[in-house]
């Protein structure tokens, strides 16, 4: 199976709680008829609208009903997914990891999410992505790529302009249908993108560590960088001059008499001080101390989930390779067991068969406690770093009132003559002195860094430099492959077409532009109008195609053509057209989905009840039935 690939299972619409809808679809060619006016263009609406496309402009009849539920395989997995119809925009969607069945019996399993994430929620295009292995677009443009522009791409519907490739949308820009484009083809390429962002980040990083040198050696002034041994040394040096001056202090005391109530003061002063900055202390050490063991039950919780998602993994692939076991007898007594329907033969719990679906939700619910783990462990991490390096200044100071205060201590109280004076002043130069070299020694520890890190930027940025010339090389062979086959196959298709356009029948080369919304064939866009609604049919045919041809390309293998009798279409091209859409979709080997919608059905499908959905229908019997059973 080639991933993504979204086919829709089954459609039920809703209302007052009755289903005016509900009709099943399968893998492959499905072909819904009826006459103009019959309501067929409102289911294609229902599905686009169900998928997660914008609400579009109900018509009447569509606008009565309450609910829409899409049945979809997703890579073969089944998910339900329930919209209200209302007429407002970005409506949001009840997502069920199941089939509708389960789903319609069930209260509690469902899970809502919003049109658009939140910084804590994520939104339901996001999950739909993760679900289905599209990687998300990173950078401004990642709330802009959701499942509602990726279905402009999908559904070819009758209002957009046949010149058009999306589907029509208001506020369209074209970085955005570029970037859907470049995803779906898988020109869009995830590690090259993450590479540029790293790229200029370590740019960023360079700069801001070139500023911060530059404002260093500033600081410096004409005074040389020194090295941090010199500084370590000048310090020991200075200290041992600050313990000579002490000294000097001590042998005073026995030569001064009286108290100095200065010193008492001080001392007084300094045993607050103390008193308060060992306070502070204690209660910064007791914050880091239990900031590591939080961040050491942190990890230790990051671990298991992990470990958790690692085991889901790989039961996953096992129960792939190995489909699911059966015991005979029990493998602790060897008793024979016996198979009971809707329960575990071996523990006899209740199972339903939804083993994928589960399997499913649980990942992504393991995947979203991992986020949040990271985030927290981080931010507990900073939090840490911070109060440590917030310690030391305390730590410096404590050492510096409480060797004041020591020395202040063995004073005696009394007068101190000119010579105590003069050492003080002494003590308060080597002091000051020391200060300088341990600003100057925090300077030159600071450049050592600077250097090693400028050096491992220097070769970072020289790794990503040719990570990215590769990836770019990749990529613009990824998009001369894609937009070489995808024009191939328009041709194709268009050569086929019955003879009405000379420029169809000599077509060498399609071209088209996402950005620019067009296509054109040997550098012309306008035929006939007829011709115009033929042309876009075969490209999107081909697009559709040529993802069934290559596993790179992240085009969900659906396709839903609304238009195929637009703009006058006579009925010998239409059934051309359909013959040929069929043809593909039944040689076409991986698992796809390609749903048409017709007024003229070619006579020969309607002998082939496989192909079709529902019944065909008339003024007389619409789309919609307002009188079928409950949900």
């Not at 063995?410 to 050492?423: M, V, Y």
């Not at 195609?545 to 290559?550: G, K, V």
């Not at 059934?575 to 593909?584: K, P, T």
């Amino acid at each position: 199976m080639f991933e993504p690939t979204i086919a829709l299972s089954r459609l039920v619409v809703t209302k007052g709680g009755v289903r005016a809808y509900d009709e099943t679809f399968h893998l492959g060619f499905n072909v819904i008829r009826g006459e103009n006016g019959s309501g067929k263009t409102t289911i294609a609406d229902f599905i686009f609208f169900g998928l997660g496309g914008d609400t579009p402009q109900w018509r009447a009849e569509a606008a009565l009903c309450d609910y829409v539920y899409a049945e979809v395989q997703i890579n073969g997995e089944k998910v339900t997914f329930r919209r209200q119809i209302e007429s407002e925009k970005l409506r949001p969607m009840n997502i069920f990891w199941g089939d509708f069945e389960k789903a319609a019996a069930s209260q509690t399993e469902w899970k809502i999410f919003p049109y658009a994430g939140t910084g804590t929620k994520e939104s339901f295009s996001q999950v739909i992505f993760t679900a289905a292995g599209i990687p998300e677009v990173k950078g401004e443009l990642s709330a802009k790529v959701t499942m509602h522009q990726m279905l402009r791409l999908v559904y070819v519907d009758q209002k957009t302009d046949y010149d058009q490739v999306f589907r029509a949308d208001l506020f369209d820009k074209a970085l955005t249908r570029e970037a859907v484009g470049d995803l779906l083809c898988g020109i869009y390429d995830d590690e090259l993108y993450t590479a540029e962002s790293e790229l200029a980040a370590k740019h960023a990083e360079r700069l801001a560590l070139q500023s911060e040198l530059k404002t260093i050696l500033s600081l410096l002034g004409d005074q040389a960088a020194p090295s941090v041994e010199w500084l370590e040394q000048e310090k020991a040096s200075r200290s041992n001059e600050r313990e000579k001056a002490y000294s000097g202090l001590e042998s005073l005391r026995t030569r001064t008499t009286g108290a100095v109530e200065t010193i008492a003061s001080r001392r007084e002063q300094l045993a607050q001080e103390l008193a308060s900055l060992n306070q502070q202390v204690r209660a910064a050490e007791d914050r880091i101390r239990q900031s590591r063991v939080d961040l050491a039950d942190r990890e230790q919780f990051l671990l298991a989930l992990n470990e958790r998602l690692r085991a889901l993994n790989e039961s996953q692939t096992v129960h792939d390779r190995l489909g699911a076991l059966s015991f005979q007898v029990c493998p602790v007594c060897y008793a024979p067991l016996s198979a009971q329907d809707g329960v575990c033969h071996l523990c006899k719990s209740p199972g339903d068969g939804r083993s994928g679906q589960n399997l499913l939700r649980l990942r992504h619910e393991l995947e979203q406690q991992i986020r949040e783990s990271k985030a927290m462990q981080d931010q507990i991490g900073s939090e840490t770093a911070a109060l440590a390096e917030g310690l030391r200044p305390l730590h410096d100071r404590q050492k510096q009132l409480q060797l004041e205060y020591d020395e202040l201590s063995t004073i005696p109280h009394a007068s101190l003559d000119a010579a105590a004076a003069k050492l003080y002043r002494e003590i308060g130069y080597i002091d000051r002195t020391i200060e300088d070299l341990e600003q100057r020694s925090k300077f030159a520890a600071r450049i050592s860094a600077i250097t090693d890190l400028q050096a491992a930027l220097a070769s970072e940025i020289s790794r990503l430099n040719d990570q990215i010339a590769f990836g770019r090389v990749r990529q613009e062979q990824t998009k001369k492959d894609v937009s070489d086959l995808i024009s191939d196959l328009t041709v194709a298709i268009l050569t086929r077409d019955v003879p009405r356009e000379k420029a169809f029948q000599e077509a060498t080369r399609v071209t088209f532009d996402f950005g620019m919304n067009k296509i054109s064939v040997d550098g012309r866009s306008n035929f006939a109008a007829s011709s115009n609604v033929f042309f876009k049919n075969a490209f999107h045919a081909a697009l559709w195609q040529a993802s069934t041809l290559r596993q790179y390309m992240r085009y969900p293998r659906l396709v839903i053509f609304d238009n195929v009798e637009d703009k006058g279409m006579e009925p010998e091209r239409s059934h051309n057209f359909q013959r040929i859409v069929r043809e593909l979709s039944d040689t076409t080997e991986c698992e796809h989905q390609m749903i048409l919608f017709t007024s003229m059905v070619a006579p020969e499908f309607e002998d082939v009840p496989e192909i079709l959905v529902g019944p065909r229908y008339t003024h007389d019997s619409k789309s919609l039935q307002f009188s079928l059973s409950t949900p």
